[in-house]
């Protein structure tokens, strides 16, 4: 025994001494340091033990001795305590022994006095400080709660004596005060944790960082000053006092002293700046600040300075030095940030007053120094110097000793100047609180919003060049409490709030007062620094919902890059909250401590650090938004900002570390290049250089703020980026094809031309975006820089705050999420017409300028321009004609329009054309052009003249202009580069284009045909938008009935008064905007058609609008951008206005300005402010008085007036116009006879097999069902820890009840009401009999007109109420209507899976419990709130057993009340209880004797006086003659008010409302399997648990009964069954776990044998089994159809979800003979996603290649010849219990991912007249999808591997046979594309290009054979023509379709035939079964729509068959068509048999 005793102490001596050996390992550099740990003792003592630990552990670590460290240590509370000083212990035990028996004792927390407690008694010499040695001194200071004092001067006492602080927080510690005291960087010397338990891991931590800390601080410091190092950036003044009384000898001294400063100073223009001035009576100046910058200069001349005598105004001097030193001519830099400072050296009292002069350097941000020798008014001195003056003050004997000062003088000098850097670079911001102190605001939440207000406000560092704080509150209204410039002190914002901050009441008007707050406090006078970058926090705090609209206002707010933070108080609303603040910057208020918490929160996010660290420690990965960006080369172009708007460059390095993280960096994905920029560009990095998000972040966190040097040179930097950026050897890829883009921000002008620079770099395919503040937008550098068009690519921000937006453009351009986001929205996306195919005829000419200005290149641009041009126009002899003149001084050369006459002459003559060089004579040119015009062009046909210039011309153009628009010219003027707009409007008025540069011609040339064609005739696109915000069922069948029936009367609009008739060209265009702005609706503009009309109102049904600013300027925008018409109007029909009117005439009068000719206005039923939708209109013409609306019967008419007003108005330049009288309305006409009978029809062909039956009636209630699935039992939590008992409270006194008061007065009647709208004009009634004329009356005299007011007329009574019109007859009841059959039922959607929890918090300790808040009334239930972290789980206690629960007993009787107890002795005060609810106010009480005391303050407004009764009601007077209407009366006296009301009854519950609309379909996170690892992982009851199946599986079992079956082959396959039966968990509910079986057997036909929901156990199961008999059947085994049966019926109904499994397992005891079904049915079970198994007693099993050569590894074969063969547990493990996350390492994985085929696959989609546009996009998503499933060969031209693909897409418009037109629309060829992105890309381009011609599938085929499949190079072994058919096709087609799909099919060439939606008849796909290859079974496929599932099951079947494909099993053309391929009129040339593959 003793031998292990010493064992066991020899073990532990052991692990001592290595336990030491690693402390002093820890700490052997730190030789020397002096180390005080400051503890916070006001804690619950059962914490003192953890504290005790924490300091053993460090201490341990240290070798603590006299010469090497000390150890000091001291507690605090209310006040400091010292336990021991730094000499106290030289030996670690008496320091370990002390810590272990320190008592720790409770109270306040005075920190800030603690601190400067432990400077003065401990960091002494005589206390053992070894600082005057150089020895390291470090304070250690351990809080956990909030400081009761304040603790800044303290932290700058200790840092500039040099102590390093190094703060530990706990629990409720205050982050921001531990920021304040600690020593930088703060991140190294803070640390937190939440509890004290955590003190332990952080111990371990910390003494290495300590020990690290005390290594460097030791470090020896080289010669030169730490302090002189800091000085990088100041402009410094010297002003010297040269008074006579100062003497020579001493004024070198103070030469001397001067050298000694400047001496350690750096000295230059871009560091620091030094200037010099002498004084006495008088002021001198030696040298401005920016007049010498090399230091020996400065010195020479400080040297050389002569000694002056006089007197001393030092006032005097210290203005001067303002006025003419402190001056940017002076050289000062204020502007930009840069430190200014003063240091004045004086010998005596000044003569003069200094107090203003100083206060006003002071004022003005200047740090001002005094050094005084031997001066007695040391007050004068304090006057001048900046404060602390122990700071900036030196007070001197003699000036012996001055030298002496200059080192001292030079630390705190640099201490001050890094000080102020750190001031103007700390991120400060705007804060303004808007208050909610409405009439419902209780009195205890607004004194909760002022203590908010003020802690937040304590906690900031307030001034003018800090944070800025404003204030407002609102009720009805916003009202100003102070602005940000008001105060400039945190006293005085705080004696506002406390003392004159009031409530206000009134409604609560949330969404009025954000817009009041953004037009009161954003703005520069409020004080507002946005336009400086400077970020601006509005906190909103409310009490409760609002009752006006909310999120606009605060989306406003947001886009000007206000931070928007919402705070909720008393009975806020969450959702409203949210819709308020910013994300995450949402908070609530849940009693004082809740008070607290979101205090230090918001004051967190302010000071700009973010959520508080102690939250999480978790490493915050940004998520990527576009993981699938687009291949680009993007560069950013950043220039360096001046030190004024240094804020700018975090702000732009934000943006920049956002948009990294929200993009794919890698090397064949998005590459990032930076580059800055001032005078010279310098290369951050470069394309190649990075290759993650990680590595540019890393990076751009290193990145330092530069300020600006030299001149700004934008495009030089241009330039730089194309000659050294955009480059191969820098990582361009521009050989590849991939795009470029060039981001350029810019915040002001560029001192060099941008314009050649940025064509250069445009030119070599680079798209710029250029980004600038309102001054880089005045100088137009923005639009010369970037891509056409500017209003896209030109970004101007009011501030940089605004960044966003720009991230915004560029995701757009580069994910294709975001590109292809309306790709498949349902309706017609309209893309203009190209060319100008209605002008028949045209005389244009060219006149373009070849002056010498014009460079080669660029003249090559013009002629590039012309030749596009004339490309859209139909040329010919008697058609359009072109004829080009160039011009500079003079003609240079021309050729005229009947020169050439076709398209490819007239570009060799433009070739042709050289440059003439020369000057710039345009008015002579233009003076020749009309003798030109008068020679060669015809007459009666349209003249245009197109004028190209680049400059300013040298002769006068107008009257030129002028003499050929006389002729009837039409001039349009493109003016480039150094053109003069004025001019260009002189010569083409109105029609005027310019670009900055030659290289944006193209650009235009678009605009400039359109124009040209919608000047040629009158036409007008009438575009209509319907806004409906609560859709009724009455509204959308008046809608039905009224919308086809008006726009057919609005056809009737042809004749004008200056055109020819008939000569109005009108279309209409239908669109639906949705509430992104993106159009769901778009019907194109188009002729009349009552389709389409229907087709919009369908959608429209579907979708809820909203008549405000988003949805009148999405129309506008949409209509404007592709409209060529020359008459634009839009047509909108409304229930009402939805926005601001204000906003929404400023949307109308953009519109108008942007070319619309009228915006007409029509009212739904219901709607009563007519006029506001008056003041909205324009063009109407004079009868804009009347109203529109629906329920004017006249409303055709009306319309179409207006509407041939705009047109004369616009065309004809006619605004007058006169209309006849309406006619009387026509009798109704008689009805029309019932028609003949028609024709029988055409018996039909046979149906296809019917659809399930509809469910049956509801039965009986069924027997209880089976008892659930029982939960996991949860882990026992851990158990917390005990709170601390609080103190008890003082016992109140309970009051008296109050009296009863006296009723109050009832209030004064409010004002009269405006006066109603006037009402619409109500339907007509019934027309009655025409009476005879009448005689005409003689005229009557004409009245006079009285100026005489009439007496105002007593109130009538109100009329008698009409009698109640009689019941009109009850309609007959209708026949009952047959009932419809009942649809499939859909499948139902995919379960959303469950976010990833985030990382383990620490536990928390307990804490108190608060009082539960009173419940809201009347508030819905707040959103339930995201989970929580699982807590720690404990040890798993053992599980008892579970008794059987017993019958509930009878409720016992309620027992006799016990006697009452004595009076228990006063217990502890109990928790503050629910508030009550307010009771009844109490009786007055006695009054009091009277008071002496001051005056009070002025009362508030006493209640209104008792108003008198009202008089008697008069009787009724007789009604007089309706008199002419008089002058407005004057306004009449308030009446009485009446008595209230009795209160009314509450009204029957409303019936319930609709269900709302489905939700988005929720975003998924992670995929199945990842969450299956997580629960794996973070669930002990899923640990270490093996079930099989692993997830929820149904199993079919098919069983082999063929003839050929012995009976000892059936009892195997029996025994087989039952062995895998055993091993599975059979589910015994419907719970989603286990398998569930069903059974069948099968020969030539298949039966039940067991259904799934036939057994629900095991047992049951295998006892069912093992009663199977072996049926002896005649039949011969067909697998083929028994997997078809299987997959379509016994799959039928299944339980789903992501993860379940469905296999299907076959047995066969033979040979098959039916490989073709079998390799149909495999199709079939692959789309139905079911994994097929075939077990297998014979070698000579006949398989199809198909499923032996599974490439997918989806198919498993298992050939058992013998029972030893049988592997029961690998089937098991690998087929039914297959773990696809987690695969047994024996089995093969699932094969994922595109697979490889070697095939030629074109893609043909009817995109014809008849196919739905829903129809159209659901094809080509699934055409997308399909290429996710194909391996794209990456060079489709050169390899003969991999697959190719193209698409086309037919009919075009207008073809027919013979007409010249191709019928395919080709989106890409089998050799364009090697990436399969690049091809989806181009699919869901083609989405939005609905082709509408007539259906010719045939010659749609044909032309795609020819054109595509069989001249591509290299073709694969097989060729595919993938046909979606979605129509019939026309009657002329069908023989070609029959001979084309015959001469395809002998060439070898597969025909799959997709037959999708409605349109495809039985009759049609009897043909189309005729068309595909044969098998149809294996080569047609019907769909009836495009839901997901029925996609998927495509998605799946095409999946399968190019698998079918790739194996070989069929041959093209098969066998049975060989030999009429090879028929006599073939020939044996168009045979190409493609054959299976051989088995090898």
Not at 1754 to 1782: A, I, S
Request: proline share 5%.
């Amino acid at each position: 025994m003793e031998t292990w005793k010493m064992f066991w102490v020899t073990i532990s001596l052991a692990a001592s001494f290595g336990f030491i050996r690693a402390q002093r390992i820890v700490c052997r550099e730190a030789s020397v340091g002096d180390v005080v740990f400051l503890v916070d003792t006001s804690i619950n003592p059962q914490h003192a033990r953890s504290v005790r630990n924490f300091l053993y552990i460090l201490v341990n670590s240290f070798n603590v001795s006299r010469e090497t460290i000390r150890v000091g240590l001291a507690q605090y509370s209310d006040a400091p305590h010292s336990e021991f000083l730094l000499s106290t212990y030289h030996h670690k035990g008496d320091v370990l022994r002390h810590i272990q028996r320190i008592q720790f004792k409770s109270g306040g927390n005075k920190l800030g006095l603690a601190l400067q407690f432990i400077l003065d008694h401990h960091f002494q010499e005589g206390a053992g400080s070894r600082a005057s040695q150089g020895v390291p001194q470090i304070a250690v200071v351990i809080s956990s709660g909030q400081a009761e004092d304040h603790v800044p001067e303290l932290a700058e006492a200790f840092r500039r004596a040099g102590i390093l602080l190094y703060a530990v927080g706990i629990g409720n510690a205050v982050q921001a005060e531990l920021r304040e005291i600690a020593s930088s960087p703060k991140e190294k010397f803070i640390s937190f944790v939440p509890s004290f338990s955590g003190l332990a891991s952080l111990a371990q931590k910390l003494r290495l960082e300590l020990c690290d800390i005390l290594a460097k601080a030791a470090q020896p410091i080289g010669p030169v000053s730490p302090a002189c190092r800091e000085v990088a950036l100041a402009d410094i003044v010297f002003l010297v006092d040269s008074s006579t009384s100062i003497g020579p000898q001493n004024f070198q001294k103070v030469k001397n002293f001067l050298y000694s400063i400047v001496l350690g100073l750096d000295i230059s223009s871009d560091q620091v700046q030094v200037g010099l001035a002498q004084y006495n009576d008088n002021i001198y100046p030696a040298f401005q600040l920016n007049q010498y910058t090399l230091k020996s200069v400065v010195l020479e001349h400080i040297q050389n300075l002569p000694y002056r005598t006089g007197g001393t105004n030092t006032g005097s001097a210290l203005e001067f030095i303002q006025t003419n030193f402190l001056t940017e001519t002076g050289g000062s830099r204020a502007k930009d940030r840069v430190p200014q400072i003063v240091i004045l050296v004086t010998d005596g009292e000044s003569n003069d007053e200094v107090q203003d002069a100083a206060d006003q350097l002071k004022e003005d941000g200047v740090i001002v120094y005094v050094v005084g020798v031997n001066v007695q008014d040391v007050q004068e001195l304090q006057k001048i110097a900046s404060e602390p003056f122990e700071k900036f003050l030196f007070n001197t004997e003699n000036f012996n000793i001055l030298q002496e000062f200059s080192g001292s003088l030079l630390q705190t000098l640099c201490s001050a100047v890094e000080g102020k850097i750190k001031e103007f670079t700390k991120a400060y911001a705007d804060v303004v609180f808007l208050v909610d102190t409405s009439r419902e605001t209780s009195w205890t939440s607004f004194q909760w919003m002022q203590n908010f207000i003020t802690r937040v406000v304590s906690m900031l560092e307030v001034g003018r060049d800090k944070y800025q704080i404003g204030l407002a509150q609102y009720g009805d209204q916003g009202h100003t409490e102070f602005l940000f410039n008001t105060y400039k002190t945190q006293k005085e914002m705080m004696t506002h709030v406390r003392e004159r901050f009031v409530l206000r009441g009134g409604s609560r008007r949330t969404g009025k007062a954000l817009q009041y707050l953004h037009r009161t406090f954003l703005q520069e006078a409020a004080g507002s620094r946005l336009l400086q970058g400077i970020p601006q926090y509005a906190v909103v705090i409310t009490s409760g919902k609002s009752e006006d609209e909310i999120w606009d206002a605060a989306q406003t707010l947001r886009k000007k890059g206000v931070k928007v933070v919402s705070v909720g108080v008393q009975h806020f609303d969450r959702g409203e909250l949210e819709g308020i603040g910013s994300p995450a910057l949402v908070y609530d208020v849940q009693g004082e401590d809740g008070l607290t918490q979101v205090t230090q929160d918001v004051s967190v996010v302010i000071q700009g650090t973010g959520q508080p660290e102690f939250r999480t420690e978790a490493t915050k990965e940004a998520a990527v938004a576009c993981p699938t960006a687009i291949p680009t080369d993007l560069v950013f172009l950043i220039e360096d900002f001046s030190r004024a708007r240094q804020s700018n460059f975090q702000q732009v390095v934000n943006f920049l570390k956002t948009t990294v993280s929200s993009l794919r960096i890698h090397s064949d994905a998005v590459r990032i290049a930076l580059v800055f920029y001032s005078e010279e560009p310098r290369l951050e990095f470069a394309l190649d250089t990075f290759q993650s998000s990680a590595k540019i972040l890393e990076h751009l966190d290193k990145l330092t703020y530069q300020g600006r040097r030299g001149r700004t040179k934008t495009g030089a930097a241009l330039d730089f980026l194309r000659n050294e950026v955009f480059i191969q050897e820098k990582g361009g890829r521009s050989n590849q094809g991939v795009q470029q883009i060039a981001v350029v921000i810019t915040e002001g002008f560029s001192q060099d031309s941008v314009s050649r620079p940025a064509s250069h770099l445009r030119r070599a395919g680079v798209t710029i975006y250029a980004v600038g503040t309102q001054h880089a937008s005045e100088s137009k550098d923005l639009e010369k820089m970037v891509t056409y068009p500017p209003w896209k690519h030109a970004i101007s921000l009011e501030s940089f705050l605004q960044l966003f937006i720009v991230g915004s453009e560029l995701k757009s351009q580069l994910c294709p999420e975001i590109m292809d986001r309306t790709a498949f929205i349902p309706g017609k996306v309209y893309t203009p017409q190209k060319g100008c195919v209605h002008i028949e005829k045209a005389d244009i000419y060219f006149l373009i300028d070849g002056s010498g200005s014009i460079n080669p290149e660029d003249f090559l641009e013009m002629k590039v321009f012309m030749n596009e041009v004339i490309k859209m126009f139909q040329i010919g002899p008697d058609r359009v004609r072109f004829g080009v003149i160039q011009y500079s001084d003079k003609i240079k050369s021309k050729f005229i329009l009947s020169q050439y006459a076709s398209v490819a002459e007239l570009k060799a003559a433009i070739d042709d054309i050289q440059q003439g060089g020369g000057g710039t004579a345009t008015g002579e040119a233009l003076n020749n052009m009309t003798q030109v015009f008068a020679d060669t062009a015809r007459i009666n046909v349209a003249r245009y003249l197109i004028v190209i210039t680049d400059g300013k011309s040298s002769d006068p153009v107008a009257e030129a202009a002028e003499g050929l628009r006389g002729d009837g010219v039409i001039i349009y003027a493109i003016g480039v580069r150094d053109a003069d707009t004025t001019e260009l409007q002189e010569i083409a008025k109105d029609k005027v284009f310019f670009v900055y540069e030659f290289d944006s011609l193209k650009a235009i040339q678009q605009e400039v045909v359109q124009d040209i064609c919608s000047s040629e005739r009158c036409s007008m696109d009438l575009s209509v938008g319907i806004d409906i915000s609560t859709p009724a069922k009455q509204v959308h069948q008046k809608l039905q009935e009224l919308l086809p029936e008006l726009m057919q009367q609005l056809t009737l609009l042809s004749n004008i008064s200056c055109g020819t008739p008939g000569q109005i060209n009108l279309r209409f265009r239908y669109l639906l905007p949705g509430s992104n702005g993106q159009l769901i609706f778009d019907s194109g503009f188009e002729k009349y058609s009552d389709e389409i009309i229907q087709k919009f109102l369908a959608h429209q049904a579907a979708k809820n609008s909203h008549m405000d600013v988003d949805f009148l300027q999405s129309l506008g925008d949409n209509v404007i951008h592709l409209s060529s018409a020359k008459v634009k109007v839009l047509l909108v029909f409304t229930d009402g206005l939805d926005d601001d009117l204000d906003r929404l005439k400023t949307v109308s009068q953009l519109l108008r300005s942007r070319g619309f000719s009228g915006l007409l206005i029509v009212a739904m039923e219901g709607v009563y402010k007519l006029e506001e939708l008056q003041e909205l209109e324009f063009g109407r013409g004079f009868a804009y008085r009347q109203p529109l609306s629906i329920t004017l019967q006249s409303l055709p008419s009306i319309l179409l007036k207006q509407l041939d007003t705009i047109v004369e108005r616009t065309c004809c330049n006619t605004y007058a116009k006169c209309f006849g009288e309406d006619g009387y309305r026509g009798d109704n006409g008689f009805p029309g006879r019932k028609g003949e009978k028609g024709f029988a029809g055409l018996p039909g062909h046979p149906g296809k097999e019917g659809e399930y039956g509809e469910r049956g009636p509801r039965g009986l209630p069924g027997p209880r069902g089976e008892e659930g699935c029982l939960g996991v039992r949860g882990p026992k939590g851990a158990r917390g820890f005990s709170g601390q008992q609080g103190n008890p409270g003082e016992e109140g006194a309970d009051g008296l009840d109050g009296e009863q008061g006296n009723r109050g007065v009832p209030g004064s009647p409010g004002e009269k009401g405006n006066r109603g709208n006037w009402g619409l004009t109500g339907p007509p009634g019934q027309p009655g009999e025409r009476g005879e004329p009448g005689l005409r009356g003689d005229p009557g005299d004409s009245g006079t007109d009285s100026y005489i007011r009439g007496p105002k007329g007593e109130k009538g009574r109100h009329g008698h109420q009409g009698l109640s019109g009689s019941d009109g007859p009850q309609g007959e009841t209708g026949n009952v209507g047959p009932q419809g059959s009942r649809g499939r039922r859909g499948l139902p959607g995919l379960k959303g899976v469950r976010g990833e929890s985030g990382e383990w918090g620490y536990p928390g300790e307990i804490g108190y419990p608060g009082s539960q808040g009173r419940s809201g009334k009347g508030m819905r239930k707040g959103p339930r709130g995201r989970q929580g972290l699982p807590g720690t789980f404990g040890q798993k206690g053992l599980l008892g057993a579970q008794g059987n629960p017993g019958p509930p007993g009878p409720n016992g009787s309620k027992g006799k009340a016990g006697a009452r107890g004595m009076k228990g002795e006063l217990g502890d005060a109990g928790r503050k209880g629910p508030q009550g609810h307010q009771g009844p106010r109490g009786q007055p009480g006695l009054l009091g004797p009277d008071g002496y005391g001051r005056p009070g303050r002025k009362g508030a407004k006493g209640q209104p006086g008792f108003p008198g009764y009202p008089g008697k009601q008069g009787e009724d007077g007789d009604p007089g003659h309706q008199g002419e209407k008089g002058a407005k009366g004057i306004r009449g006296k308030r009446g009485n008010a009446g008595f209230p009301g009795l209160t009314g009854t509450p009204g029957d519950q409303g019936l319930p409302g609709k269900m709302g609309i489905k939700g988005p379909k929720g975003l998924v996170d992670m995929t199945p399997c990842e969450i299956v690892g997580f629960i794996r992982e973070n669930c002990p009851c899923s640990k270490g648990v093996y079930k099989c199946p692993v997830f929820p599986t149904e199993v079919v079992f098919a069983l082999d009964m063929s003839n050929d079956v012995s009976q000892l082959d059936f009892e195997r396959m029996r025994d087989i069954l039952s062995s895998l039966l055993t091993k599975l968990e059979i589910s015994e509910s419907n719970c989603p776990t286990g398998a569930r079986v069903a059974i069948v057997s099968y020969n030539v036909k298949t039966d039940y044998l067991v259904r799934f929901s036939d057994y629900k156990g095991k047992t049951v199961l295998l006892q069912a089994v093992r009663k199977i008999p072996l049926e002896r059947s005649s039949g011969h085994r067909n697998l083929g159809a028994a997997m078809r049966f299987v997959a379509r019926h016994v799959f039928k109904r299944v339980r789903t979800g992501l993860l379940v499994r469905k296999v299907a397992v076959f047995f066969q005891a033979g040979r098959a003979y039916d490989t073709a079904a079998v390799s149909t049915a495999l199709l079939e079970l692959s789309a139905a996603d079911v994994i097929p198994a075939v077990i297998t007693f014979s070698e000579e099993h006949n398989l199809p290649d198909a499923l032996l050569m599974d490439g997918t590894r989806r198919f498993h074969l298992f050939m058992w010849e013998t029972e030893h063969q049988q592997d029961v547990e690998h089937m098991v493990h690998c087929t039914l219990c297959y773990d696809k996350c987690q695969p047994a390492l024996e089995c093969r994985p699932g094969g994922s991912g595109p697979q490889a085929v070697d095939v030629d696959l074109v893609f043909v989609v009817d995109g014809s007249q008849d196919v739905d546009t829903d129809i159209y996009r659901g094809a080509l998503h699934l055409v997308d999808t399909v290429l996710d499933d194909l391996e794209v060969a990456a060079q489709p031209s050169a390899s003969l591997r991999g697959a190719r693909v193209a698409l086309v897409t037919h009919t075009t418009p207008g073809f027919r046979p013979g007409v010249g037109r191709n019928p395919v629309l080709e989106g890409f060829h089998l050799t364009s594309y090697g990436h399969r992105t690049q091809m989806q890309r181009q699919v869901r381009e083609a989405a939005s290009r609905l082709l509408q011609g007539l259906p010719a599938l045939g010659h749609a085929l044909e032309w795609t054979l020819e054109k595509v499949l069989l001249v591509a190079p290299l073709p694969r072994r097989a060729r595919v023509l993938f046909t979606i058919v979605a129509s019939e096709t026309s009657s002329w087609d069908r023989e070609k379709l029959r001979t084309l799909s015959q001469e395809a099919k002998c060439k070898g060439i597969t025909l799959f035939v997709l037959a999708l939606g409605p349109g495809v008849g039985a009759h049609e796909l009897e043909e189309l079964s005729l068309v595909a290859s044969t098998p149809s079974e294996q080569h047609l496929l019907r769909l009836e729509g495009i839901s997901e599932p029925e996609l998927a099951y495509a998605r799946g079947f095409t999946r399968a068959f190019l698998h079918l494909l790739k194996s070989g099993t069929n041959q093209y053309p098969p066998p049975e068509l060989i030999e009429e391929c090879r028929g006599p009129n073939r020939g044996d040339t168009l045979l190409q048999v493609v054959g299976p593959v051989k088995r090898p």
